[in-house]
């Protein structure tokens, strides 16, 4: 299935601008769908790695060892979320400005956001390896766990970090081909990294000498090759692509201070927006960690994952919102470009609702999936799975209008209107539990589901008033 790039013709039919290439022939739903098809694909794969890495995890050792193990994984993936703040930050830049440079046919200016992008991504990637180089050790001991597990977590980590600025190149290089309407390519690389990442991942923790035995830290190692490889095979695919819309040029490569200024403005926002949201989050985990509840934090890590077949297929409808918002902006068409993020809402929240009843019919096998033959993280995990079951449509809602703000360049109106609700509920209100003794595993997560309640209520205003619509780039 090759995929259709965008551009905007000048031509109009009935007053509506129509977009070029094959699209303009398609319909607004026809649109999403083609533009989510790949992305979709990729966050189905990236499942299947996250769940293979959990599957890992779950058969390295059984008992004690194997709930201290999977205490570290949730706590490794819980860092490697910080691992792409900065960098997504930078993605978030590359493809507004890209997006909006497509539609307006300033191809030039595409390139350049391409190729200022690649080393905004890198210097991103290494303070976030910096930051992790300096604060891996005391964030583990702040969250309380106990020393098996800190152990596991810190070698984790530790290689983990090593994939960071070459994964900031590769986001920056995805994102720009996202924005230009190529969703295909960046799948394709995609897989490359999560075929490497899987098959390495096997091969140091399963493998023969020399390469196996290596536990946690070859689940790591195997994630950093993944993404060197990811890396090169994106970079090789975008040289030998013959378009108009984006290419390498030796221009675009050299330091141009003007464009970087002009990604770092949008995507800035949206780092201190995910880097508060990580910090507020962190406060829930140490919260869960500190419960007496023995793999409370194993089961918390199981549950997101197996939730993560929900959101994932919502964040591929977000891409494909969000790309289609920018460049219906830079035609000049609100109307298409609200258009476009209503249907995807619709779309993304039945999806997640559908997602939601499976949770509910299927947990407890989803559940002995992840972790066969462990009573402790079933009983813990099963309730999870029910209140993630109801806070879906709302967590939809949440996805799709937030991403598409984002593309629209309204990152400083997401960071301001998110911060407060997750203040509230995931800071105040579990603090208040927890003094007074009354917060559990499935607690917290009730709290999380009522924050998710109140933003979508939130976003949704602000989605109506229309203000996102007015944001530069």
Sequence with gaps: MEQPKISVEASERGGEIRLGGKLGDRSLAMQVLTLAFWPLLEQILAFFVGTTDVLIAGRMAVGEERVAILDAMALGGYVGWFIYIFQGAVATGVMALVSRAVGAKEFNLANMALGQGVWLGAAAGMVAYLILKVGTVPFIQWMGITQAAAIHAESYIHMLSWSAPVAGSMFAVNAALRGSGDTKTPFLAMVVVNLVNMGMSVLFVFGPTPFGSMGVQGIALGTVVGWIAGLL??????????????????????????????????????????????????????????????????????????????????????????????????????????????????????????????????????????????????????????????????????????????????????MSRAFGSMLFFRVGLLWLLTRFDMVSLTGVWIVLSFDLVVQALVFTRLHFRGEWLKAKV
């Excluded at 969000?322 to 830079?330: D, E, F, I, S």
């Design 233 to 414: 095979t994106v970079v090789g695919m975008l040289a030998l692509k013959k378009t108009e819309s984006l290419r390498w040029t030796r221009q675009a490569l050299c330091f141009h201070g003007e464009t970087m200024l002009r990604i770092w403005r949008i995507g800035v926002p949206q780092a201190v927006e995910i880097a508060g949201m990580w910090m507020i989050h962190s406060y829930g985990l140490r919260v869960i960690s500190s419960l007496n509840n023995e793999g409370a934090l194993g089961a918390h890590f199981i549950a997101v994952r197996l939730e993560s077949m929900s959101y994932l297929p919502g964040f591929a409808i977000a891409a494909a919102a969000a790309a289609l918002t920018g460049q219906y902006l830079g035609a000049g068409s609100r109307e298409m470009a609200v258009r476009a993020v209503r249907f995807s809402w619709m779309l993304a929240v039945g999806i997640m609702f559908f997602m939601g009843l499976c949770f509910l019919i299927g947990r407890s096998w989803l559940i002995g999936m992840m972790a066969p033959g462990s009573a402790v993280h079933a009983d813990l995990a099963a309730p999870l799975l029910m209140v993630c079951a109801f806070a879906q449509p709302f967590f939809a809602t949440c996805i799709i209008l937030k991403t598409t703000m984002r593309g629209a360049g309204a990152t400083r109106m997401v």
